[in-house]
């Protein structure tokens, strides 16, 4: 377990640092920490501020809303990555909250990664999402795409699907890049 005097916290940016000391431990090895003002966070920052004792676990990040029943995976912390940035987006069918609640879990680095396998789409994702639409839309107009139209997609397709999986492997790609 983690030692309870600042073992890990969190910041919001733009606002004081948060330490452990400010969570309350809801069951051994889960935390809760409400957060005020929800509506202007966009980030959060979580942290460790010790190695984690035990060996093949992280500390997993969750956030949730009113009435605090239902956790979404931010992602994790961990010995090998300290610290991490958090884009907070609310599911759509929620709606964006009044207050907010992060949890913080020990958990098995399996299961973490099975958790970060199943992420929605990054912001980049979504957005290339929407170029390509828009290119397959305005292409649509065009007779090539009537006399050819099956094959176009299904090659629309696999580039879509090798978009989504290089934005998983590498979310700055088009960065690092030299094109």
Request: overall charge negative; glycine content about 8%; some cysteine.
């Amino acid at each position: 377990a983690i030692p309870a005097m600042h073992a890990f916290g969190f910041v919001v940016p733009g606002r004081p640092a948060m330490y452990s000391d400010a969570f309350a431990e809801v069951e051994p090895g889960k935390w809760s920490c409400d957060i005020e003002n929800v509506e202007q966070i966009r980030d959060v920052v979580v942290f460790l501020t010790q190695p984690l004792a035990v060996v093949g676990v992280g500390l997993s990040c969750y956030i949730s809303g009113p009435p605090f029943e239902k956790y979404h995976f931010l992602g994790s912390v961990d010995n090998d990555a300290p610290s991490a940035v958090f884009r907070v987006r609310w599911p759509k069918d929620e709606g964006a909250p009044t207050a907010a609640r992060l949890g913080l879990s020990l958990e098995p680095m399996q299961q973490i990664l099975v958790q970060k396998a199943n992420l929605p789409g990054t912001e980049l994702v979504d957005f290339g999402k929407k170029v390509a639409k828009d290119l397959w839309n305005y292409l649509g107009s065009y007779e090539v795409m009537h006399q050819h139209g099956n094959f176009l997609l299904n090659l629309f397709n696999k580039w879509m699907q090798r978009f989504e999986d290089r934005c998983k492997r590498d979310p700055f790609w088009w960065v690092n890049s030299g094109d």
